[in-house]
C-alpha cells in the first residue's frame, strides 16, 4: 500500500523540477453542471500531461549504477515523455516501446525530449514482454506505467496539489474525478485525497470500451478486458486494472464512471471554447463524465482532472469542427 | 494620470469575483527563447479576455440613478462580453455597438452573456458616434474600450497580478511584453509593474499594420493611421493611442514592438502544440514578438501576456493545419 508520506517526498522531489499546476475555475463549466467546478489542468504540464510526475519520482530514486545501464519503458505516449523528460534531466538514457499508431504528436515528442522510441503493432504485439527483453539484454531497469509504487506516489501529487489548493482556496471539493487507464494517477491521487480530506468522495472514469476499471470494481476482483477494442482514448487503453493500483482503488474509490467516445468528443470541444484549453481524447473523460451528466454535481463541489493535452491536430480540428 | 493606488482599488474590488489567473512557466517556450518565459494566461480569463477587468470596475462604480440607466459600449468583441458580463453580475442592462463582421463567436458570447448588440459596418460606418446617440437617447453612460481612468486601472490589475506572483515567486521579470489595442491593458499594466518593480522594462506590441502607437511612440506625439488596414488581430484594430493611455505609455514603455500576421499565426500554432492553450491572434501578439526574435531574450527572464482565446473554430482549425 502507499503511504500519504511517500506522496510528499515524492512531492518534495518534483519540488526542484517546479510542475506544479493551477487549480482553475471556469463560470462556464459552473453554469453547464449548476454547482462549482475546480479544474486541474495536467495538460498544462510540462510534457503535456501528469506522467512526468511518476516518471521523475522513479527515476531520481535509481542507484548510479542502474541510472548508468539506462531504463526502458512501454507506453502509449505519455508515459514515454514524461520518461523521455525525466531521463534528460538526470542524465540517464531512456528508450520507450510505443505503439506504431500513437498520435505522432507524442512519438515525435518522445524522440525530441530525448527518448530512444521502439515501436509495435498495438494490436497484435506484446509490448511488455519487447521491453522485457530488451531490459534484459542491456541491464536496464524497466519503467512502467502505473504499476510501481513510485510511480503510484509521483502521480499522487496531482491528488496532493488539488487538497492543498482547494484547502487553500477555502473550497474543498465534495467530490473529485479522475481519468483512469491503469489506475497510476487515480489510485495515487485516491491515498492523497482521502488523507487529507477524509470526507471526499473519488469518481475515476473510464471509455466505455476500456471499462476494465468498473468491470473489476463492480466484480471486487481485478478482471480483464478484450483489448482488442478501439478507443479515441489512446491514452487510457488497458484491458486490467493493475495489482498495485486497484487495491487501493478498491479501498478509497465511490465509483467507476464511464464515457462514449462522442461525450468526449463534446467535452474537448467544450474545453476549446470556454475552457480556452487543449485536451486530449484521454485527458477529457472526467470532464464529458460532468457534461453528459453521470453524476449529480447540482449545489456541490466538484474537482476534475484534465490529465493530458497531447493530440494531433487533424484530429482535434475535425472534432472542433464538429456541431455541439 | 493613473496611480498605483487606483489599480489596487480595482483589485480589491475585483477580489469579489475571483478572477484572478496564474502565471505559467512552459519549458518549450524558455528553450525555444533561451531565457526563462512567465505566461499571464488572460485566455483563461472569465469572458476568455482580460476586458472584465476593467469593464467591471467602471460599471460597479455606477451610482445607482445611472446603473438604472444601463450603459452603451462599443467593442470588436472581448469588451462587449466583459461588459455583458459585469452589467449581468451587477443588473445593469448592457447595450454594445459591435462590427457586423466581428467573430461569431464573440457577437454570441456577448448575447449570451445578457448584452444587446448593435451591430454596423467596421469599414464604412462609425461606432463611436452610433454609441453616443443611442447612450444619449436613453440617458445611458458610455464605457469606452480603453481611455477611462476607470478602465485603465481595472486593465491594470493583470500587471498587478504579473509583479506580485513574480516576486512571490521569486522570478521577478526583466522585461514584461504586453499587447497594445487602444493602450488600456498596456498603460494600467505599465503603472502597476513600475510601481512594484521600478527596473522592468515594459515593450508593448501591436500588429504591424495598426502599429498607431509605435508610430506615435516614435513621433512622441499621438498620430493617427489609415483605419481601412485588414488584420487577423481583429482585437488589436485601433487607429489611434488614447488621449489618457498615450502618456502613460510614453512615460513608462522602453519600446514598441510590431508583429506580421505571420508571426501571429505561427504563435498561435506554438500555443497549440506547446503551452496547450487557445489563443487568439490579437492575443498572442506578445508570444509573436517572443517567438520571432523581436527583442533579446537570452539569459533573461521575460513575462508576456497573452491577452484573450475568443478566436473561431474554422480560423484557429485553418492556421492550425498550416506547416509549421
Given at each position: 500500500m502507499i503511504e500519504i508520506g511517500e506522496i510528499e517526498a515524492a512531492a518534495a522531489r518534483l519540488d526542484g523540477i517546479s510542475i506544479r499546476t493551477p487549480l482553475l475555475h471556469n463560470v462556464e463549466l459552473d453554469d453547464a453542471v449548476g454547482g462549482v467546478v475546480l479544474i486541474k489542468p495536467e495538460c498544462l504540464q510540462l510534457t503535456g500531461s501528469f506522467k512526468i510526475r511518476g516518471a521523475y519520482n522513479l527515476l531520481s530514486q535509481l542507484t548510479a549504477a542502474e541510472a548508468r545501464n539506462g531504463v526502458v519503458a512501454w507506453s502509449s505516449g505519455n508515459h514515454a515523455q514524461g520518461v523521455a523528460a525525466a531521463g534528460t534531466m538526470l542524465g540517464i538514457p531512456t528508450s520507450i516501446v510505443m505503439p506504431q499508431d500513437a498520435p505522432k504528436l507524442k512519438l515525435d515528442n518522445t524522440r525530441r525530449l530525448g527518448g530512444e522510441v521502439i515501436t509495435y503493432d498495438r494490436?497484435?504485439?506484446?509490448r511488455e514482454a519487447i521491453a522485457r527483453e530488451l531490459a534484459a539484454a542491456r541491464g536496464a531497469a524497466l519503467v512502467p506505467s502505473y504499476d510501481h509504487a513510485h510511480i503510484i506516489a509521483g502521480q499522487g501529487t496531482v491528488g496532493l496539489e488539488i487538497a492543498d489548493d482547494a484547502i487553500r482556496m477555502k473550497q474543498v471539493p465534495d467530490q473529485v474525478l479522475i481519468p483512469c487507464g491503469g489506475g497510476g494517477l487515480s489510485s495515487g491521487s485516491a491515498v492523497a485525497l482521502k488523507s487529507r480530506l477524509p470526507d471526499v468522495d473519488i469518481f475515476i472514469v473510464e471509455p466505455e470500451d476500456f471499462d476494465d476499471t468498473a468491470k473489476s470494481f463492480s466484480a471486487g476482483k481485478r478482471i480483464g478486458i478484450d483489448g482488442s477494442a478501439r478507443s479515441i482514448c489512446d491514452a487510457l487503453q488497458t484491458s486490467m486494472p493493475g495489482e498495485l493500483t486497484f487495491p487501493i482503488i478498491q479501498q478509497r474509490v465511490s465509483g467507476v464512471l464511464t464515457v462514449s467516445d462522442a461525450e468526449v468528443r463534446a467535452a474537448m470541444r467544450f474545453a476549446f471554447r470556454h475552457l480556452k484549453l487543449v485536451v486530449e481524447p484521454g485527458g477529457a473523460v472526467a470532464l464529458a463524465a460532468l457534461l453528459s451528466g453521470k453524476l449529480k454535481t447540482g449545489g456541490k463541489t466538484t474537482a476534475i482532472v484534465l490529465?493530458?493535452?497531447?493530440?494531433d491536430v487533424e484530429l482535434f480540428g475535425a472534432i472542433q469542427a464538429e456541431p455541439s
Open positions: 494490436y497484435t504485439g506484446d490529465s493530458g493535452g497531447n493530440v
